[in-house]
C-alpha cells in the first residue's frame, strides 16, 4: 500500500486532518462522514450571517423603470479625479557609448521630463481623506485633486502599500467634502447590483452598472493581495481608485484593475473589499505610514480538489497549516502542522489568500477565533493576533553607493519577514525589501522577495555580510540570487 503526496505535503500532514488515500481502492475513511455534517452546518452558519430577504428582484413593470439617479446624485460628487505628476530622467540614446564619449565628453546622461497619469479616488471623510490606489500615485512628486464642478487642491500622501495596492491622501485647504460611507463588504453575494464611478481614459465623471461576478477572487496577479470583489460593470483605464457602490449609496470596493486582451473592459473588472479600504484608511488616521500586516506565525496551502471529495465537501475551500513557529500567536492558541482552518469570526475562509485577508482587516491585537478540522474533529481556536516586525529593526539595510545593489533595501530574514513576504517560515538569510524604481538594483533586475544567496562567492546569511562584501567597491560583481525556489546567477561589470 502506497501512500501519496498532496502539492508538497506528505502523507503525515493529510494524516494530521483524518485523511489518509491508497492505490488500492477508493477506500473513505470512517470520520468522513461525520466531517460532512459538521462542514455542511459551518457554511450554512456563514451564509446566514448575512441578512436574509432585503434583496428583492423588480416585480412590476413599473420597477422596471426605476431609476438610478437619486443614488448618483448621492455618491458621485465623494468621487474625485486624481493627477499624479513626476519627473522623469530618460536616458540618453548616447549614453555608454565609448565614441561619443571619447569625443564629445560624458555630457548629460539623459534629461528630465515632467510625466502625469490620472486616476480616480474616493472621499471616505468630510475633512478631505481620499483613498485611491497605490499605483496611481506611485513615484508622484505632486499630486491634485480635481473635482467634477471644477474645484482643484493640492494633497499629500498620509500612507500608501503597494501589497495592498491603496494609498490615502489628505486634500489640503477646503472642505468639508462629500464623502461616502463603508459598507460591509463581507456581506455582499453574488447577483447583489453595484455602481462603478471614476475617470476613464479622462472623459470625465462616468457611471456604469453591473452586478457582483464573483468574491474572494485570487489568483489575480494584479499585487499581492488575492481576495478581490469581481464584477462586470465597465471599468476602464482611468478608473483606478473609483468607487463601487452598492444600492444603499455606501462605498463596497476601490476599483483597481480590469481583466482585459484590448485595454478596454471585457465585463471583469476588480475592487479591493470597503473592508480592506477601513482598515487601511484607520491605520492612516492613526499616524502610521504603512499599513501593518498581524502576525499570526504559522503558513498554509490551500485545499485541492481531490481533498475537498476525501472530505465530503461539495467544493474546495480552506487553507492547511504547512508550518508553525515555535511560541507564536499560532502556537500558543493549539493550531498544529496538518489542521484545516475552514472558518475566521464565523466567515468561510475560501483559501489561504482569504485567510490573509481576514486577519488583516481583523488587525494587530485582535483575538480570532478559528473553526479547524484537527484529526477528525472540529475545534475552535482562539488566537490573539501578534506585532509585526519592527521596520527600524537593526538587519535592516538600505544600499547606496556605485554597485548593483544601489537603491535596495535588504534585511535579514526573520519568521515575521517571512510570514509578510511569503516566503517559507523556516527559511533563512537576507531577503531584498523594497527596490527603488531607475535604481542600479532595479536596472540589474533586483525584486523584492529575492534571497541574496552570494556575492563574489561570499555566502550571505545576514545584512552585515551584505555591506561587507559592497564595501571594497570591485571593478566585477558575480551574484546568485533565489527567486521563487529557482537559483539565479548574475554578473556586472
Known amino acids: 500500500m502506497r501512500r501519496l503526496k498532496w502539492f508538497g505535503l506528505t502523507a503525515a500532514v493529510m494524516a494530521a486532518i ?17 466531517l460532512r455534517g459538521v462542514i455542511s452546518d459551518i457554511l450554512g452558519r456563514a451564509q446566514k450571517t448575512k441578512p436574509a430577504g432585503e434583496r ?68 471616505v471623510d ?7 490606489n497605490n499605483h496611481v500615485i506611485d513615484g508622484a512628486d505632486e499630486i491634485k485633486i480635481a473635482f467634477a ?23 489640503d485647504g477646503g472642505g468639508p467634502f462629500s464623502a461616502i460611507d463603508y459598507s460591509d463588504s463581507d456581506r455582499l453575494e453574488v447577483g447583489d447590483i453595484l455602481l462603478a464611478i471614476g475617470n476613464p481614459f479622462g472623459v470625465g465623471q462616468t457611471v456604469t452598472s453591473g452586478i457582483v461576478s464573483a468574491l474572494a477572487r485570487n489568483g489575480v496577479g494584479i499585487s499581492d493581495f488575492g481576495f478581490f470583489i469581481q464584477t462586470d460593470a465597465a471599468i476602464n483605464p482611468g478608473n483606478s481608485g473609483g468607487a463601487l457602490v452598492d444600492m444603499n449609496g455606501q462605498l463596497v470596493g476601490i476599483n483597481t484593475a480590469i481583466f482585459s486582451r484590448s485595454g478596454g473592459s471585457n465585463g471583469i473588472g476588480f475592487a479591493i473589499p470597503a473592508n480592506m479600504v477601513r482598515a487601511v484608511v484607520d491605520a492612516a488616521r492613526s499616524g502610521a505610514d504603512k499599513f501593518s500586516r498581524p502576525f499570526i506565525g504559522a503558513s498554509f496551502v490551500p485545499v485541492t480538489a481531490d481533498m475537498a471529495e476525501a472530505l465530503g465537501m461539495e467544493q474546495a475551500f480552506g487553507a492547511i497549516v504547512t508550518a508553525v513557529v515555535p511560541e507564536g500567536p499560532a502556537h500558543e492558541g493549539g493550531l498544529k502542522v496538518g489542521d484545516l482552518v475552514i472558518s475566521l469570526d464565523g466567515l468561510t475562509v475560501q483559501h ?51 554597485n548593483p545593489f544601489s537603491g535596495a533595501v535588504v534585511v535579514d530574514i526573520d519568521p515575521r519577514i517571512a510570514e509578510q513576504l511569503r516566503l517559507p517560515l523556516n527559511i533563512k538569510g537576507v531577503v531584498v525589501l523594497e527596490v527603488e524604481d531607475g535604481s542600479p538594483a532595479n536596472r540589474y533586475g533586483l525584486r523584492p522577495r529575492d534571497i541574496l544567496v552570494e556575492i563574489n562567492g561570499e555566502t550571505m546569511r545576514q545584512a552585515s555580510d551584505v ?14 540570487i533565489t527567486r521563487n525556489g529557482r537559483r539565479l546567477r548574475q554578473m556586472v561589470r
Open 352 to 402: 489561504p489568500d482569504a485567510l490573509g485577508y481576514r486577519l488583516a482587516t481583523a488587525g494587530v491585537g485582535k483575538v480570532v477565533k478559528l473553526e479547524v478540522i484537527s484529526r477528525s474533529s472540529v475545534r475552535t481556536l482562539s488566537i490573539r493576533l501578534g506585532e509585526p516586525s519592527d521596520p527600524q529593526r537593526p538587519g535592516e539595510l538600505r544600499i547606496t553607493g556605485q
Open 56 to 123: 428583492v428582484v423588480p416585480q412590476s413593470r413599473a420597477e422596471l423603470q426605476f431609476s438610478y439617479a437619486p443614488l448618483v446624485k448621492l455618491t458621485a460628487p465623494a468621487v474625485v479625479n486624481v493627477y499624479a505628476e513626476r519627473m522623469v530622467r530618460t536616458r540618453s540614446p548616447f549614453a555608454g557609448d565609448p565614441f561619443f564619449e571619447r569625443f564629445f565628453g560624458q555630457g548629460p546622461r539623459g534629461r528630465s521630463q515632467r510625466q502625469s497619469s490620472l486616476g480616480s479616488g474616493v472621499i
Open 149 to 171: 464642478d471644477g474645484r482643484e487642491y493640492p494633497s499629500r500622501v498620509l500612507l500608501k502599500d503597494k501589497r495592498v495596492d491603496l494609498a490615502v491622501l489628505k486634500i
Open 467 to 480: 555591506a561587507e562584501a559592497i564595501a571594497g567597491e570591485p571593478g566585477f560583481w558575480q551574484f546568485e
Open 18 to 34: 483524518g485523511l489518509t488515500l491508497t492505490m488500492t481502492g477508493a477506500q473513505e475513511p470512517t470520520s468522513t462522514e461525520k
Open 126 to 132: 468630510a475633512s478631505g481623506i481620499v483613498v485611491t
